[in-house]
């Protein structure tokens, strides 16, 4: 019980995860849904340094270090299309989002 | 013993701080609470070892990141509230069904994964830093250096799109509405 091993931060990574997966699946408005896909990634990110820890293999931490770089790109690209949609159609509702509807 | 109490300490909080963002209805306390999990995330890498890492969480995610989104927030009206209904009950379900099979991948991937060997082991008597620049600069340069340039375009993309003008939809105007802003536009 004491003892921490690599379970305990996987058992975490997982419920971080399922966390940022129901934040995925039941919110509507598209900005809590992206602070959702960063825990989602935040998640990943604690189970890769945990097994490049307790494995001693430094490749989990360049994932990780690999996994926050696509993070800020992405925050970069999704908040400017955020913008864009907001100001044509004044709603950042996600049933509002259907101009590619076939 | 002081481990195990750091462990469980920053679970609860960090698992509280992340509850609170996607149950919230508040757009700010959703970011506050994402910012706050985000530091305690940060203390797990440093109890793992991993101190580049965490340093790094700490100003890329909580310095930047989270400016970013407190920025763009203020082009939102995130005082009016979006409704919140439920969507598809076969797809709630069908995620759900996956979730709980990566709950089994996750707890089963220790047991069969006895006999791995590092391919980078941990080099003695370096600092955390040393280490991760030694590889990140040997075995990963070329992902590195990608990684920069996919942040470059990024960064264009991203001010391009925000400086767009938008007085004009084309998804909702009609044909012959589309036909005059092009003639227009050939005029002029």
Known sequence: MMEIGLNHYLVLSTILFAIGLVGVMRR???????????????AVNVAFAAISHYYGDLTGQMFAFFVIAIAASEVAVGLGLLIVWYKRHSSIDLDALTAMKG | MFEAVAFYLFAF?????????????QALYALSALAAGMIFISAFFFILGAD??????????TGAVMALYAFGMMFFDTTREVKEKQGNKYIIVGLSTLAAVLVVVIFAAPMVSENIVALYPA???????????????????VPFEVAAIMLLVAMVAGIVLAGKKMDLSITLMNDAEIEEQNNTKVLS
């Open chain 2, 123 to 141: 080099i003695e008597g370096v600092g955390n830093t040393q280490e991760v620049g030694l590889i990140l600069f040997t075995k990963y340069l």
């Open chain 2, 13 to 25: 909080l960090t698992i509280t701080m992340f509850f609170i963002t996607v149950t919230t209805s």
């Open chain 2, 52 to 61: 580049f890492l965490g340093a790094v969480q700490i100003i890329v995610y």
């Open chain 1, 28 to 42: 509507k408005n598209l900005l809590l849904l992206f602070f959702a896909t960063e825990i989602l990634l935040n």
